[in-house]
């Protein structure tokens, strides 16, 4: 008879983050005959993830927080301990630092194998920093270990080793790619004439909103009509709306802030643009190219793996606003290139990045482990 693996999945997530929708998509396409999961997440201090457990219950997903009261992880490790022994957990399966940290105390004493999910780092600040670098260095005892992208295997510790550590692509649902309101309102910003150029992400700096505006600086010299919108919210978002207005760009950009539907925006789109220095594999590349958009992005981390250059899209270098710019200009004018690159663009994510491919690997590692669980 064979073993329907028990696995705990502890995440840590506030809102509908990218790793968050790979993991609601595992447990909306997984099958119960070949593995039960549990979604863990965190109250931290009395405060609920409201907004991630408010994507959750859309989605019939139930969740169960675990509760850290002050800053220590002791009691977390000791409930999710708890949980493992009363639900007879056989894997736990971790997205984030503090998942990590109780996933390693969890395989020694439990005895039960990790599963650890590196979606990519930010290098915000350096509390950022060392959680990854500390991170980096917990994954190595893992069992395995997932990565978002090739790229990332020269960044982590171990990452050559490919029994251990595997490559899993984001995927994305073709009929349903990003979340919209449904109320058919027009969003505040979309309003006016004019091509709309929009880019979706936290304003951090290592996403290179930035260089987007400064690139558009340069695009509006030639297109007079074209419109930004940035959709997001994050450290960045006064520097940017300082340099916006260095620009004279006034009336040009809007900053819409963060939202649940950015949906709304990215269907209205003419162009979708991802300036980032730095990235795992960017969920808003598979869904504009899921909506059939034209996409400009740089060419780092594993924006390549999914984007290959005038084939579903234009790569430019990062750090480079007027090659960003020049792209731009480039599919704003010609439009049977957009349309044939967005075209292809679609095709190579149903071909490609389906939930049901990656479910099928994820549910394939759990029987590998719990078939040699000192299999490492």
């Known amino acids: 008879m064979v073993m329907i693996p028990r ?6 997530a506030r809102s509908l983050t990218g790793p968050a929708k790979g993991v609601f998509q595992l447990l ?13 997440a965190f109250r931290s201090n009395g405060r609920e993830p409201s907004l991630f457990l408010d994507a959750a219950r859309a989605s019939n997903i139930q969740v169960t927080l675990l509760n850290q009261q002050g800053k220590s992880y002791l009691s977390l490790m000791r409930q999710a301990a708890d949980e493992v022994r009363s639900r007879h957990i056989d894997i736990v399966q971790t997205h984030g630092f503090k998942p990590s940290v109780i996933g390693l105390y969890l ?20 509390k950022v920093r060392l959680y990854d670098f500390i991170n980096n260095c917990s994954q190595l005892f893992a069992d395995r270990v997932m990565l978002v992208a090739r790229a990332q295997r020269r960044k982590i510790f171990g990452g050559k ?55 558009f600086a340069e695009a509006v010299s030639l297109l007079p009509d074209i419109r930004l919108i940035i959709v997001g919210d994050g450290q960045e978002r006064d520097n940017l709306q300082v340099l916006a ?43 504009a190219m899921a909506l059939a958009k034209p996409v400009v992005a740089t060419r780092v981390g594993g924006t390549p793996e999914v984007i ?18 020049a792209a731009m200009v480039e599919l704003l004018e010609n439009k049977p290139l957009a349309e044939k690159l967005a075209a292809n663009g679609f095709e190579r994510v149903c071909r490609h990045f389906s939930p049901q491919r990656r479910t099928a690997r994820i549910v394939d590692t759990y029987h590998e482990l719990v078939a040699s669980p000192k299999n490492s």
């Open 308 to 325: 290959r250059h005038q084939r579903e899209g234009l790569l430019v270098p990062p750090e480079k606003s007027a090659a960003l710019a």
């Open 28 to 40: 909306t396409h997984v099958d119960a005959n070949e593995a039960v999961c549990h979604l863990f």
């Open 245 to 287: 207005n260095g620009h004279r760009l006034a009336g040009r950009i809007y900053f819409a802030g963060y939202t649940e539907t950015p949906g709304d925006y990215m269907t209205r789109a003419d162009l979708i643009v991802l300036p980032s220095r730095s990235e795992g594999i960017p969920n808003v590349a598979l869904e």
């Open 161 to 215: 080793n490919r029994q251990r550590v595997r490559v899993l692509h984001n995927a994305i649902e073709t009929g349903s790619p990003v979340r919209l309101s449904g109320n058919g309102a027009t969003p505040d910003g979309v309003t006016g004439t004019g091509r709309l150029v929009v880019a979706v992400g936290r304003l951090s700096p290592e996403k290179g909103f930035d260089l987007l505006i400064d690139a």
């Open 107 to 126: 395989k020694y004493r439990c005895r039960i194998p990790w599963i650890c999910f590196m979606h990519g780092t930010t290098a915000e600040n350096i």
């Open 7 to 12: 696995v705990m999945i502890i995440i840590a």
